[in-house]
């Protein structure tokens, strides 16, 4: 017998449509609550660095 | 969704490090160069999908066909015990991180990219097999972003068949059966 659980790829089979708009527009909205705050996610600190550095 | 996550193959890889170079070799006194080479380094060591004792993994997030990734995710798959994916880090290309720091932030095109990521790693559970992915929410910021998925996600009725929380700094999706 298989007893390997599903995966996440087979529970969604189907249903990709679905699943990708409602995370997109998950992301879209968590984003612009985000605010100014955006500013502070981690993959902008490489330009925020290089500022500082430059100012150093 | 114009992105979607993919392997990087030798290919893809050296035409990835051809663009984030000249993207910042154009930007030397806003963007920290080493930074990127250091990305594409680990990524170029991580590409080894088939290795038996591989499990940690770069995918590329592509734009429309494009031949170069505009973002790289950094994954780990775990092979023993309790098997989950973790999506631990994204890192954006320069030109999306200087828009970031210049104010132009293009917010549709980073929600696409990010929810390439996502959506993405629900689809490496094919190759990765589990019924659990993990998204870490590494700083408080990135931590916020990620229970404001969660919670969008909560009240539009969940995901079909999955369950969506957050477990201390990560967002965790499982199957329901789980």
New interface residues.
Partial sequence: MNH?????????SG??A???A?????????????GA????????N??????A??AA | MPHILDRLDNGRLEATSNEWRSQFSRHKNQLIPSEYERILAWAAGCVDYEGPACESFAYGVYENGAGHAIAISEVVYSKSGRKWLKLLDLHLCPAVDLSFYNDELDIMGLSSIFAAAIVGTFHLTKRHPTDTVKLYGRSGTLLTFLKGIGAYIERQGGLPGLKVGIEGRWLVIRGAAA
Avoid: M
């Avoid at chain 1, 390997?4 to 969604?12: G, N, R, S």
């Avoid at chain 1, 705050?37 to 902008?44: G, R």
């Fill in positions: 390997e659980p599903q995966t996440i790829a087979d529970v969604i249903h990709e679905e699943v990708e409602i995370v997109h527009d998950a992301v879209a909205k968590s984003l612009a609550d985000l705050d955006i500013y502070k996610l981690e993959w902008a490489k330009a925020v660095a290089a500022e550095l430059a």
